[in-house]
């Protein structure tokens, strides 16, 4: 029989709890779960960095890009998908920053995706309107993902969203 997860509180930080049965996802062969990534990202941004990398970067929270997902699915409008995510980094310029982390979780396997000098988007296309024009030393937006099992059908797809 099942018994109901432990949620007995381990550790809080930056609004995200970590709570027993969380604990249990960091034994060998267990699958890390939304909050350890979350946590683990508050934590390494909020203690680890320096202010000069935190002026630089912004980590979204896991859920972010399943909510972005789900409003994909639905086939809602940009302009609809956008107001209705705004409030996420309603206090942060992230067309300011110059990479955004976004973990991707896809069948249980997570994954990291990095926007890379997105305020840099509709420069690069007012200056360079042909792709090949563009100079080889520019601060080229991109989205880098990084995937330790080199799994590249969910990154075209994730890619595609957060791009839209």
């Known amino acids: 029989p099942r018994h109901p997860p432990d949620t007995t509180l381990i550790a809080e930080y930056s609004n995200v709890k970590i709570i027993q049965a969380d604990m249990e996802r960091l034994e060998p062969g267990e699958y ?5 990534i979350d946590f683990y990202l508050k934590w390494w ?6 202010e000069d990398v935190k002026e630089k970067c912004y980590a979204y929270s896991t859920f972010f890009l399943t909510k972005l997902r789900a409003l994909h699915n639905r086939k809602e409008s940009s302009l609809d998908i956008y107001n209705k995510v705004r409030n996420w980094t309603r206090n942060v310029d992230i067309l ?3 990479y955004l982390f976004i973990p991707v979780n896809e069948w249980e396997h997570w994954t990291l995706m990095v926007v890379c000098f997105p305020g840099k988007i509709e420069e690069q296309i007012a200056r360079h309107p042909r792709k090949s024009s563009i100079p ?3 601060t080229t937006p991109c989205i880098l993902y990084f995937d330790s099992l080199r799994g590249n059908a969910a990154c075209t797809s994730q890619a595609k969203i957060i791009r839209k």
């Open 32 to 36: 890390l779960n939304d909050s350890l």
């Open 45 to 50: 941004f909020n203690a680890k960095c320096s």
């Open 96 to 98: 300011k920053k110059d």
């Open 136 to 138: 080889k030393k520019a």
